[in-house]
């Protein structure tokens, strides 16, 4: 066989192969599919709750993590809505503000009929440069969320106060616990105290 024909031979099984491998579309882009539609069709609120019950359910299929973990200037007025630290930088006596999304909770049916609720403690450890555990508490925010659907706009403001702590490096290390799955997640927030 020619060596041009063993070549078109062989990028057609590999495309025959590849076809047969593929997998069809998965839940997500079924729904945006059924939005589209909804939507053309004039049926806007109807695609976006069919996206949001899509997303809901997406998120019970993935691991407990921290998407976002940020030292703030202040307390955020809502969910992605707040003010960055420029650098993690404190004056002694400062309270370290940290705003944090978990993603990944696990949804079950909450007491109020109808609704579902998701659960989560935060557990805090200060470290010094070297790893050592200089302070720490369990559960020192315990965060409950009820409604209708599985609301992904889930977001906890936290607060430190290590008054009193000498200047110097240090590391923030926030531990999330979702009740329900019995899953952690945890996220490394590294700072300085600068002096007085």
């Known amino acids: 066989m020619p060596r041009h024909l063993l070549l078109l031979a062989t990028i057609a099984s590999a495309t025959i192969i590849f076809a047969a491998t593929q997998t069809k579309a998965g839940p997500l882009a079924d729904a945006a599919a059924r939005a589209e ?3 053309n069709s004039g049926d806007v ?25 940020v ?6 007025a809502g969910f992605a809505m707040y003010d960055p630290k420029p650098d993690p930088v404190f004056k002694g006596g400062e309270t370290l503000v940290t705003y944090v999304e978990p ?3 696990t949804w079950k049916e ?10 989560f403690t ?16 369990k559960a020192f925010g315990d965060f409950t969320f009820k409604g209708y659907q599985r609301n992904q706009e889930i977001y906890a403001t936290l607060r ?7 200047s110097g490096d240090y590391v923030l290390r926030y531990r999330f616990n979702d009740i329900n799955s019995g899953r952690s997640a945890s996220v490394d927030q590294p700072f300085k105290i ?3």
């Open 71 to 76: 030292f703030v200037e202040a307390a955020p």
């Open 160 to 166: 430190i106060d290590v008054a009193g702590a000498p």
């Open 37 to 39: 539609q909804q939507a």
């Open 103 to 105: 993603v990944g909770l």
């Open 122 to 137: 935060v557990d805090f450890d200060i470290l010094n440069p070297k790893g050592e555990v200089l302070a720490s508490q």
């Open 110 to 119: 909450a007491s109020d009929k109808g609704k579902l609720e998701t659960r």
């Open 194 to 196: 600068s002096g007085p």
């Open 45 to 69: 609120a109807g695609a976006h709750e069919t996206l949001r019950k899509a997303v809901g359910d997406f998120s019970q299929t993935l691991p407990f993590a921290i998407e976002k973990a």
